[in-house]
Every structure is written in structure tokens, then in C-alpha cells.
């Protein structure tokens, strides 16, 4: 926890509301969202007790699983699952805009691409679960399944996988999005009850976020917002109807556990939207709309994927691809923190008190400084800035402005409270700066050592090429009547 933050959630105490700690959304938020709260069963990793899903506030679609430990009903939820997820998710790929690429060959992207919302971060987990347990399926052979589920499995497998790239907005665990703009006064362990999160977030009227958290905590007024239930509504209410329904599998039954479930998931389903209205009313970051062209181009190439035929999602990474995206994943996460700080003074001033940053008033400039002769003789307009923040960078360094894109300097030295800078790039091509690219003095500007510039990945070999020490290179999947017998545990 940074010094802002932890500042921040003592504030939310003394306040008795959460604190902000960022001025704009740091994620893509989709006019159609989808939902989907999953419940599985206790003891089961990814069997499936139901889900709340839809993309309506007032309509959602209530999926059960009568006895989830009955293969076929499974699999039958996994079918009225897709039933719904796969509209949705397909209706993205049917509209596309050409890019022009720079030094290549203009290609194909979706317009818009899907965005699903899961309570927290366990949900997320058992989405992924519950596509790995379903994507190898078939529709013939032995335990043949409905053809929408292998389908289904491998889309969940894909956005399971994209959840775990930061930056990325096509699933979403709304219990981390809003913790990244709101401080509050308990636990990072206690954030993770979306009830509790939202009562320090939006108490309700006569309410501080300390009661209105506490009251969260009662599993009656507001259950877990899943995938995991109560263990008192497993043993009172669950087990009792599970058994009336093995006795008897009347639908009169089957509406009994319908309504034990709705009972558990209708407050999480008021929590969700609750929750996407607060991000909605933040204003959109600056550079979320470039993460989110990513992620439309990395759901079009998966939506090609499909349709030219392709396996599906290894069971486990090879050697290579491995280490290819955790160098993928690492370089995410740099890029991402330097997006938010530049989008966000809050985040910046983070990297301010490190002394990574600085941030003061200008208080000279020479726009039209020069160095070199001849052919080499460059322009490097000069200023110095007063700042009180504890800079930490040593002469020589290159910083980047939030204010001004394409804007780099250098670090000269520092000097009775001020940093004399060399502006590098951004001033146009000309004999003298382009108007505006100089800062001028009495003007108030942020410089950093953070970068978001590309960065290549270290040199692998083909798979084809890994070395024994790491396996050998990987064999190909052939689908056999042995995927059919994965356990869902």
C-alpha cells in the first residue's frame, strides 16, 4: 500500500466515507455490459450451482443447477448459459473497420467488442474453471454435450485470460475496479465484499461507510456475492432443498432451489449495477480508449481464430509461450501504472513523493538554445523549474510531461530549489519551437522518468526449437474421447 493511499484510508475513517484516489476511470466501461454472478457449489472447484446473468438491470436470467453433481445438468447449464453469452458475444463480430498500419498492411477490427462484469476476482477464477472444464467437450462420442458448450468453454477460457492482462477492460471484477479509485476504512481483505466495498463507497442516507459496511457482513442482509455461498444457507436452506429435489425431481422442486438461488443473488445483482453507475458517472482516462482499441483487436483476432477452425486453448502453456507472455504480462503492467499516472494526477503524485516525478512553476526559459555547429546544430530550448518535491534523478536522466504528448527533456542538473531541463523532442521541425511546446515561465508543469514507450520482449525460440531442459518442444493437441472425462473438480 503507497503512502497516498494508506493516507487516504485513514482520512476515509475519520470521514466515515471512502476517499477517492483517482479523478478519472481508469477503465472502459461498455454501454451494454454483461453481467454474470456464478455460484458453485461448496467443496466443488468449478461445479456450478447457477448464475444471475444479462445485460438489462431489470431483466436478469436466473440459471440452475437442481443437483450439481449430476453431470448432465451440468452441462445443461452450460447450454442455457450460452444460450446467452454467445448473442452477445458474437453480435461484436459482425461489424468491422479497416486500420491503415503504419509500414504494413491495413487489417480488419471489430467496431466494439464485449465487456462482462463478475462481482470479484474468485468469480473471474471460476470462469475460467468452468471454460476449461467445458471447452473440450464434443458434441459426439462418448458424453456427447449441446454444441454451443465446447464453444462457450473456449470463450470463457479466452476472457479469463484477458482478465488477467492489466489494462485490459473485457472482464472485469468490479470489487478491484472500484478499489482502484476508492480508498476506504477497512481492509484490503474486507474490500473484496462487494456489499461492504459499496457501503463505504455509497452509504446510504443516514448511514456512515463504517455501519453501512458492518451491515454488509451480515450474510441475511446481503449474501456473498459469490462464487461461494453461506455455509449457513448451504446447511438451512441449499442441502434441504437439494435432497427434496434428489427425493422427488419435480419442477415444483427444481422452483424451490430457483428460489433459495434468486434469494442469494438478486442483492449481488442490484450491487453490480449499483456499482457501474458510480464508475459511469467518473470520467473516461485519456488513454483508456487506446487500451481498449487493444483489446478490440485481441478479441478480433480471437473471433478469426474460431472461425478458420482452431484448437482449443491448451490445457497448460508450453515452455516458450509461457515465458512469452509472462514477458507480455510484466510488460502490461508497466505500461498501464505509467498510463494511469499520466492520466491521473492522484496516481502521479504517488511516483511525486518517490521522487520519480516532480511537479513546480517554471521560472525561466531560453526557447530558441542551441547546441552544436554546423549540420549538428540542434535546437534544445532550456528551462528551470522550482518544485518542493523531493526529486530523486540523477543528471542525465530522460522525463516525459503528462501535459504534453511527444514532449521529452533531460535532466541538466539542479541548482537552490530548481532543476534546469533541456526540452529534446516535441518542439516541431523547424528553426524555432512551435508555439506552445516550451513551457513558459509562470507556467505550471509535471515532468517523470516514467515511460510507456514499446519495449521488445526478449528473444525466444520457435516451440518448435524449445530445448530439452525445458520439456522439448510441445506436442500437438489431438482431440481424444479422453477430454471428455476432465473433472469439473
Given at each position: 500500500?503507497?503512502?497516498?493511499?494508506?493516507?487516504?484510508?485513514?482520512?476515509?475513517?475519520?470521514?466515515?466515507?471512502?476517499?477517492?484516489?483517482?479523478?478519472?476511470?481508469?477503465?472502459?466501461?461498455?454501454?451494454?455490459?454483461?453481467?454474470?454472478?456464478?455460484?458453485?457449489?461448496?467443496?466443488?472447484?468449478?461445479?456450478?450451482?447457477?448464475?444471475?446473468?444479462?445485460?438489462?438491470?431489470?431483466?436478469?436470467?436466473?440459471?440452475?443447477?437442481?443437483?450439481?453433481?449430476?453431470?448432465?445438468?451440468?452441462?445443461?447449464?452450460?447450454?442455457?448459459?450460452?444460450?446467452?453469452?454467445?448473442?452477445?458475444?458474437?453480435?461484436?463480430?459482425?461489424?468491422?473497420?479497416?486500420?491503415?498500419?503504419?509500414?504494413?498492411?491495413?487489417?480488419?477490427?471489430?467496431?466494439?467488442?464485449?465487456?462482462?462484469?463478475?462481482?470479484?476476482?474468485?468469480?473471474?477464477?471460476?470462469?475460467?474453471?468452468?471454460?476449461?472444464?467445458?471447452?473440450?467437450?464434443?458434441?459426439?462420442?462418448?458424453?456427447?454435450?449441446?454444441?454451443?458448450?465446447?464453444?462457450?468453454?473456449?470463450w470463457l477460457t479466452y476472457f479469463a485470460d484477458r482478465s488477467a492482462q492489466p489494462g485490459s477492460s473485457l472482464l472485469l471484477a468490479v470489487t478491484e475496479v472500484l478499489g482502484t479509485h476508492w480508498a476506504t476504512g477497512q481492509s484490503s481483505l474486507e474490500d473484496a465484499n462487494?456489499?461492504?466495498?459499496?457501503?463505504?463507497?455509497?452509504?446510504?442516507?443516514?448511514?456512515?461507510?463504517?455501519?453501512?459496511?458492518?451491515?454488509?457482513?451480515?450474510?441475511?442482509?446481503?449474501?456473498?456475492?459469490?462464487?461461494?455461498?453461506?455455509?449457513?444457507?448451504?446447511?438451512?436452506?441449499?442441502?434441504?432443498?437439494?435432497?427434496?429435489?434428489?427425493?422427488?425431481?419435480?419442477?415444483?422442486?427444481?422452483?424451490?432451489?430457483?428460489?433459495?438461488?434468486?434469494?442469494?443473488?438478486?442483492?449481488?445483482?442490484?450491487?453490480?449495477?449499483?456499482?457501474?453507475?458510480?464508475?459511469?458517472?467518473?470520467?473516461?482516462?485519456?488513454?483508456?480508449?487506446?487500451?481498449?482499441?487493444?483489446?478490440?483487436?485481441?478479441?478480433?483476432?480471437?473471433?478469426?481464430?474460431?472461425?478458420?477452425?482452431?484448437?482449443?486453448?491448451?490445457?497448460?502453456?508450453?515452455?516458450?509461450?509461457?515465458?512469452?507472455?509472462?514477458?507480455?504480462?510484466?510488460?502490461?503492467?508497466?505500461?498501464?501504472?505509467?498510463?494511469?499516472?499520466?492520466?491521473?494526477?492522484?496516481?502521479?503524485?504517488?511516483?511525486?513523493?518517490?521522487?520519480?516525478?516532480?511537479?513546480?512553476?517554471?521560472?525561466?526559459?531560453?526557447?530558441?538554445?542551441?547546441?552544436?555547429?554546423?549540420?549538428?546544430?540542434?535546437?534544445?530550448?532550456?528551462?528551470?523549474?522550482?518544485?518542493?518535491?523531493?526529486?530523486?534523478?540523477?543528471?542525465?536522466?530522460?522525463?516525459?510531461?503528462?501535459?504534453?504528448?511527444?514532449?521529452?527533456?533531460?535532466?541538466?542538473?539542479?541548482?537552490?530549489?530548481?532543476?534546469?531541463?533541456?526540452?529534446?523532442?516535441?518542439?516541431?521541425?523547424?528553426?524555432?519551437?512551435?508555439?506552445?511546446?516550451?513551457?513558459?515561465?509562470?507556467?505550471?508543469?509535471?515532468?517523470?522518468?516514467?515511460?510507456?514507450?514499446?519495449?521488445?520482449?526478449?528473444?525466444?525460440?520457435?516451440?518448435?526449437?524449445?530445448?530439452?531442459?525445458?520439456?522439448?518442444?510441445?506436442?500437438?493437441?489431438?482431440?481424444?474421447?479422453?477430454?471428455?472425462?476432465?473433472?469439473?473438480?
Amino acid at each position: 500500500m503507497s503512502a497516498l493511499t494508506a493516507l487516504a484510508r485513514l482520512r476515509a475513517v475519520r470521514e466515515g466515507v471512502a476517499q477517492p484516489i483517482a479523478t478519472v476511470r481508469h477503465c472502459h466501461l461498455s454501454d451494454r455490459p454483461m453481467v454474470f454472478i456464478p455460484l458453485r457449489m461448496a467443496g466443488e472447484a468449478a461445479a456450478p450451482l447457477g448464475a444471475m446473468v444479462g445485460t438489462d438491470p431489470e431483466h436478469p436470467r436466473l440459471l440452475v443447477v437442481p443437483q450439481p453433481r449430476n453431470r448432465d445438468l451440468r452441462f445443461a447449464f452450460a447450454a442455457e448459459l450460452a444460450e446467452v453469452l454467445l448473442p452477445y458475444i458474437e453480435g461484436f463480430g459482425k461489424t468491422t473497420e479497416t486500420v491503415e498500419k503504419r509500414g504494413g498492411e491495413p487489417y480488419e477490427r471489430c467496431l466494439d467488442a464485449p465487456q462482462i462484469l463478475v462481482p470479484n476476482r474468485p468469480a473471474a477464477a471460476f470462469t475460467g474453471l468452468l471454460g476449461r472444464s467445458t471447452r473440450f467437450r464434443r458434441a459426439e462420442g462418448p458424453y456427447p454435450v449441446h454444441p454451443s458448450v465446447p464453444l462457450l468453454g473456449r470463450w470463457l477460457t479466452y476472457f479469463a485470460d484477458r482478465s488477467a492482462q492489466p489494462g485490459s477492460s473485457l472482464l472485469l471484477a468490479v470489487t478491484e475496479v472500484l478499489g482502484t479509485h476508492w480508498a476506504t476504512g477497512q481492509s484490503s481483505l474486507e474490500d473484496a465484499n462487494l456489499a461492504a466495498l459499496l457501503g463505504w463507497i455509497d452509504p446510504p442516507a443516514g448511514m456512515d461507510g463504517r455501519r453501512a459496511a458492518q451491515e454488509a457482513e451480515d450474510p441475511l442482509l446481503w449474501p456473498p456475492a459469490g462464487p461461494a455461498t453461506d455455509p449457513g444457507f448451504d446447511n438451512e436452506v441449499l442441502a434441504p432443498a437439494i435432497r427434496a429435489y434428489e427425493e422427488a425431481p419435480t419442477s415444483r422442486a427444481v422452483e424451490r432451489i430457483a428460489q433459495a438461488l434468486r434469494s442469494q443473488l438478486e442483492p449481488a445483482w442490484r450491487l453490480m449495477w449499483r456499482a457501474v453507475e458510480l464508475l459511469r458517472a467518473l470520467p473516461e482516462g485519456s488513454r483508456v480508449a487506446g487500451r481498449w482499441e487493444v483489446d478490440r483487436g485481441s478479441f478480433t483476432r480471437f473471433v478469426e481464430r474460431i472461425a478458420e477452425g482452431a484448437p482449443p486453448q491448451a490445457r497448460r502453456d508450453g515452455a516458450v509461450s509461457a515465458a512469452a507472455r509472462l514477458a507480455g504480462l510484466e510488460r502490461a503492467r508497466a505500461g498501464y501504472d505509467v498510463q494511469r499516472a499520466y492520466d491521473d494526477p492522484l496516481v502521479m503524485a504517488e511516483y511525486r513523493l518517490t521522487g520519480e516525478a516532480f511537479a513546480g512553476v517554471v521560472t525561466g526559459a531560453e526557447p530558441e538554445h542551441f547546441e552544436g555547429e554546423g549540420r549538428s546544430r540542434k535546437l534544445r530550448p532550456l528551462i528551470r523549474v522550482r518544485t518542493d518535491d523531493p526529486v530523486r534523478l540523477a543528471p542525465g536522466t530522460a522525463v516525459g510531461s503528462p501535459d504534453r504528448r511527444g514532449h521529452g527533456a533531460e535532466v541538466l542538473g539542479f541548482a537552490e530549489g530548481e532543476i534546469l531541463l533541456k526540452i529534446t523532442k516535441g518542439m516541431g521541425r523547424g528553426k524555432v519551437p512551435a508555439p506552445g511546446s516550451v513551457p513558459e515561465p509562470g507556467e505550471r508543469v509535471c515532468y517523470t522518468s516514467l515511460t510507456d514507450d514499446f519495449q521488445s520482449s526478449a528473444a525466444l525460440p520457435d516451440p518448435e526449437n524449445t530445448p530439452w531442459t525445458h520439456g522439448g518442444p510441445p506436442q500437438e493437441y489431438v482431440p481424444d474421447d479422453d477430454d471428455a472425462q476432465e473433472e469439473w473438480s
